[in-house]
């Protein structure tokens, strides 16, 4: 039989109160959770087991209506997610910069409409928006969740009773193999979409489709202390530094146990009736709590050892959204929850009109409170040099995008940091050499190593030593280059707690070693000989001084008269705060004379003095996010710095 379950499971109110609580301090950053995001896929497993539940028994019973299920769907959750979009935009403007007003407009349209994850989707890559900016990056589980809700009832309902825990087997088995497959080759779209998600939600829906006997009883009975165990530790201490992957399918799986237990222990004490209280709010506090954050996120600009607001105010913001929580559920989405309306005519136009107006209402809003004289979108605008697509590429290719003549004499070679050096030395005119880039985001120009983090896997590690050899293979057929100018900004590959992927070109195989100073410098040497065995002459420009605070958005604020805390005067950066966090970077590149008799230009020479460095020189911004150059700035520092006189003086 299957086990009959009561009418108030205490048991997952509580589980739904600790995995908010773990989400909520996670964000927050308060404690040592670092895998805290694990509460999402606890969600996702109980709401896969009732949602099934309640369709499974609705049909058993023949009183299923697809319009009165998704009606009840609206009805609990559009009330109090509508009420948070509405203040949260009428809020941002005040909060927002302007690039992140013009994701926060796809933001909102995606939150209304359910396609929040193919908008963050969207949204993520190298030059986008830092995620933690986002007022709606939250919304992304609630979309995933209710696509599986569109999908699931008709499954039900039009295959047989008695193929519906195979079917769901199937897909749970799908889309893991799919999420495994694909969380190392695409990660962003195996984070936010569906078909590598589903499964967490398909565990729950065959847990609520088994029949439990006596033998699985007994099976439960052994797993649920270890299951228990998993759920309290796999927060604090990670298995993998991938996700999702095996921190997501054990904490899943121990959710289901505990579930499909209904131990006694889960329905009685204090602790467990205080998570069960605090599971009562969790749709509330879910909604409400990340825009705080994001707000904080935007206006907060520390330096890398500072970047964290300080625990007072986090621990204020969690406060004030459990008081905002409290305040959303009593008074907006319990009220909807239990008000008496039919589905009918009038109560769909009404909803759709709402849903209408919560899109048009703020979007003017944002536009007029946009409506100043300057185009900051346009100052802030991502740099990738000549075009956008000499970003990308697995091998250098020679395009007519990224060349300025079909016989360029000065070839650009590196990551996003040599990219925005171009409209700096393009802006010079008839003066400087005719020019052409050899960029690829993340890929700094140092042969047989590459990084490889959480971001960076080793097929993008292994392309990008893979495009660095074919730069060396054109530069060995083009006569007309004479000078290469290399850049990046060269940290992740000098940070110890970090690895590189280092080719041997003996026989072309690859092993993980540790980053560091030496295999830098001895990769930089290996560069530097190549071009200079070709007959080209090589110099290195430095990347700009930064401390890992978005300098880009914080002078729009400070500028615009957006709130703006914690950073240096008027956005500035100190040179104390610059040779701190960037010490093994000005380490390295005064290590080049000497190891590989190649100069350096010093960007820091020019823009700092004893104290500070400038991060705008009269009304131009010479920064647009945390290191990288804006186009005004490129131009204003290579003609003020007279780059091309120095690349062609310097250069040997």
């Known amino acids: 039989m299957r086990k009959t379950q009561k009418k108030f499971r205490t048991d997952i109110q509580a589980l739904r109160g600790f995995a908010v609580l773990i989400v909520l301090l996670y964000h927050a950053k308060i404690g040592s959770l670092s895998a805290g995001f694990l509460?999402?896929?606890?969600?996702?497993?109980?709401?896969?087991?009732?949602?099934?539940?309640?369709?499974?028994?609705?049909?058993?019973?023949?009183?299923?209506?697809?319009?009165?299920?998704?009606f009840r769907r609206a009805k609990r959750l559009l009330p109090a997610a509508y009420t948070t979009f509405l203040i949260t935009a009428l809020a941002a403007p005040f909060f927002l910069a302007s690039n992140e007003m013009y994701d926060f407009r796809a933001q909102m349209t995606g939150a209304v409409t359910f396609t929040s994850n193919f908008t963050l989707w969207d949204q993520s890559g190298y030059f986008e928006g830092e995620s933690g900016l986002k007022p709606f990056l939250h919304v992304w589980s609630l979309s995933i969740e209710e696509q599986y809700y569109f999908i699931l009832p008709a499954l039900m309902f039009f295959i047989p009773r008695r193929q519906w825990k195979w079917t769901a087997a199937l897909?749970?088995?799908?889309?893991?193999?799919?999420?495994?497959?694909?969380?190392?080759?695409?990660?962003?779209?195996?984070?936010?979409?569906?078909?590598?998600?589903?499964?967490?939600?398909?565990i729950g829906s065959v847990g609520a489709l088994l029949l439990i006997g006596d033998r699985l009883k007994r099976f439960l009975k052994i797993l649920f202390w270890p299951a228990l165990v998993a759920l309290l530790t796999l927060p604090v201490v990670k298995i993998a530094n991938f996700h999702p992957g095996p921190d997501a399918l054990v904490i899943c799986l121990a959710t289901l146990v505990i579930v499909l237990r209904q131990h006694?222990?889960?329905?009685?004490?204090?602790?467990?009736?205080?998570?069960?209280?605090?599971?009562?709010?969790?749709?509330?506090?879910?909604?409400?709590?990340?825009?705080?954050?994001?707000?904080?996120?935007?206006?907060?600009?520390?330096?890398?050892?500072?970047?964290?607001?300080?625990?007072?105010?986090?621990?204020?913001l969690l406060l004030l959204s459990l008081l905002l929580a409290w305040a959303l559920n009593r008074f907006i989405?319990?009220?909807?929850?239990?008000?008496?309306?039919?589905?009918?005519?009038?109560?769909?136009?009404?909803?759709v009109a709402a849903s209408m107006l919560?899109?048009?209402?703020?979007?003017?809003?944002?536009?007029?409170?946009?409506?100043?004289?300057?185009?900051?979108?346009?100052?802030?605008?991502r740099n990738y040099g000549l075009d956008k697509k000499c970003a990308l590429g697995d091998v250098f290719i020679p395009i007519a995008e990224c060349r300025t003549s079909e016989q360029p004499e000065l070839l650009v070679w590196g990551d996003s940091y040599a990219m925005h050096l171009v409209p700096g030395l393009v802006g010079t005119g008839n003066t400087g050499p005719s020019i052409i880039q050899a960029t690829r985001s993340a890929c700094a120009p140092l042969l047989g190593i590459s990084t490889v983090s959480e971001q960076k896997n080793l097929a993008s590690a292994e392309a990008c030593i893979?495009?660095?050899?074919?730069?060396?293979?054109?530069?060995?057929?083009?006569d007309s280059v004479q000078t290469v100018v290399l850049s990046s900004p060269f940290m992740s590959y000098l940070d110890s707690q970090g690895q590189l992927l280092k080719r041997n070109y003996s026989d072309e195989s690859h092993g993980l070693i540790t980053a560091g100073l030496t295999e830098t410098v001895a990769s930089m040497k290996q560069t530097v000989d190549s071009v200079r065995a070709l007959g080209k002459s090589v110099v290195v420009i430095s990347p700009p001084p930064s401390n890992g605070f978005d300098i880009g958005l914080c002078l729009e604020r400070f500028d615009d008269g957006l709130p703006v805390f914690?950073?240096?005067?008027?956005?500035?950066?100190?040179?104390?705060?610059?040779?701190?966090?960037?010490?093994?970077?000005?380490?390295?590149?005064?290590?080049?004379?000497?190891?590989?008799k190649v100069?350096?230009?010093?960007?820091?020479?020019?823009?700092?003095?004893?104290?500070?460095?400038?991060?705008?020189?009269?009304?131009?911004?010479?920064?647009?996010?945390?290191?990288?150059?804006?186009?005004?700035?490129?131009?204003?520092?290579?003609?003020?710095?007279?780059?091309?006189?120095?690349?062609?003086?310097?250069?040997?």
């Open 466 to 478: 893979d495009f660095n050899d074919s730069v060396v293979d054109y530069l060995a057929g083009a």
């Open 39 to 70: 509460g999402v896929d606890v969600f996702f497993v109980i709401s896969g087991f009732l949602i099934t539940g309640l369709v499974r028994d609705s049909i058993e019973r023949g009183d299923f209506k697809f319009s009165d299920f998704y």
């Open 171 to 202: 897909i749970l088995l799908a889309s893991m193999a799919l999420c495994f497959f694909l969380v190392h080759r695409d990660p962003d779209a195996t984070f936010y979409l569906l078909p590598t998600r589903g499964w967490e939600m398909a």
């Open 333 to 351: 989405e319990e009220p909807a929850r239990r008000i008496d309306v039919k589905l009918n005519r009038k109560t769909l136009v009404r909803t």
């Open 264 to 316: 006694p222990l889960m329905f009685r004490g204090p602790l467990i009736h205080g998570f069960s209280k605090l599971g009562d709010i969790s749709y509330s506090l879910y909604l409400v709590h990340w825009p705080l954050f994001a707000f904080l996120n935007n206006s907060w600009f520390g330096v890398d050892n500072e970047s964290t607001p300080p625990v007072e105010i986090r621990f204020g």
């Open 599 to 652: 100069e350096v230009i010093q960007l820091g020479d020019y823009l700092c003095d004893e104290e500070f460095c400038k991060t705008f020189i009269d009304d131009t911004f010479i920064y647009r996010d945390n290191g990288h150059l804006s186009y005004e700035g490129s131009v204003l520092l290579a003609n003020n710095m007279g780059w091309v006189s120095q690349i062609l003086e310097r250069a040997n």
């Open 566 to 596: 914690g950073t240096e005067s008027d956005c500035q950066i100190s040179v104390e705060s610059w040779t701190e966090t960037r010490g093994p970077v000005l380490e390295f590149l005064s290590a080049l004379p000497l190891e590989s």
């Open 358 to 381: 919560l899109l048009v209402i703020p979007m003017g809003i944002i536009s007029q409170a946009r409506a100043t004289g300057k185009d900051y979108s346009e100052i802030r605008h």
